[in-house]
Each structure stands twice: as C-alpha cells, then as structure tokens.
Nanobody, 116 residues
Framework: QVQLVESGGGLVQPGGSLTLSCAAS????????MSWYRQAPGKERELVAR????????TYAHSMKGRVIISRDNTKNTMYLQMNSLKPEDTAVYYC?????????WGQGTQVTVSS
C-alpha cells in the first residue's frame, strides 16, 4: 500500500536550515506530483510547496517562497524540502502528500520547531 514517511525534522534556531525528506513506497513514485504541507498548532493545514512528477515544475506558497526548495529524486523514490532562514512562525508539523486516482495520501508528519 501507499506509504509516505517523513524525516529530518527537529529543533533549529531562528535563521537556521533544515532539510526534510519523504520516502515513498507502494506506488510508481515517478508518475505522481508530490507536495509538502504544514500545520501549526491551532491552525489549518496549509500547502508549502508542490513538485511535478518529473520534478521540472515547482510551486511555492507565499509564506515560504524564497526560503524553501522542493526537489525529488525519482531513482530513490524520495522528495525533499530544503528550508532556509527559518523563523519561529515556521514551527509546525510538516507532512508529505500525494494524490493518486483521487485518493489523498499523507505521511505521519515530522515536527519542525524554530526557537532559540
């Protein structure tokens, strides 16, 4: 079955960087667009970035545009989110997501905490 497993979260100081990974299995990874979402405490889950199946097209949410880079390695069935210049308001659980045949799949999430 479809599995999405995020990793790479943790505690980082303001201005720091983190790279998240999403390991995918159970489907043909290279055939589907992938996304990163995040959910801060008390807030709705929001899109951070999306990448096409080939990796050639990317879109970013305004809140993190210019500070994050989404990428994927279709040979490793893995998607990445490089985050730079992190702010306390970036503190959230970050989720990996894909939509396959109108079914939405989520990972378990990885916590990112930005604090001094």
């Amino acid at each position: 079955q479809v599995q999405l497993v995020e990793s790479g979260g943790g505690l980082v100081q303001p201005g720091g960087s983190l790279t998240l990974s999403c390991a995918a299995s159970g489907f043909t990874f290279s055939s589907y667009a992938m996304s990163w979402y995040r959910q801060a405490p008390g807030k709705e889950r929001e899109l951070v970035a999306r990448i096409s199946s080939s990796g050639r097209l990317t879109t970013y949410a305004h809140s993190m545009k210019g500070r994050v880079i989404i990428s994927r390695d279709n040979t490793k069935n893995t998607m990445y989110l490089q985050m730079n210049s992190l702010k306390p308001e970036d503190t959230a659980v970050y989720y990996c997501n894909t939509d396959i045949d109108y079914n939405n799949y989520w990972g378990q999430g990885t916590q990112v905490t930005v604090s001094s």
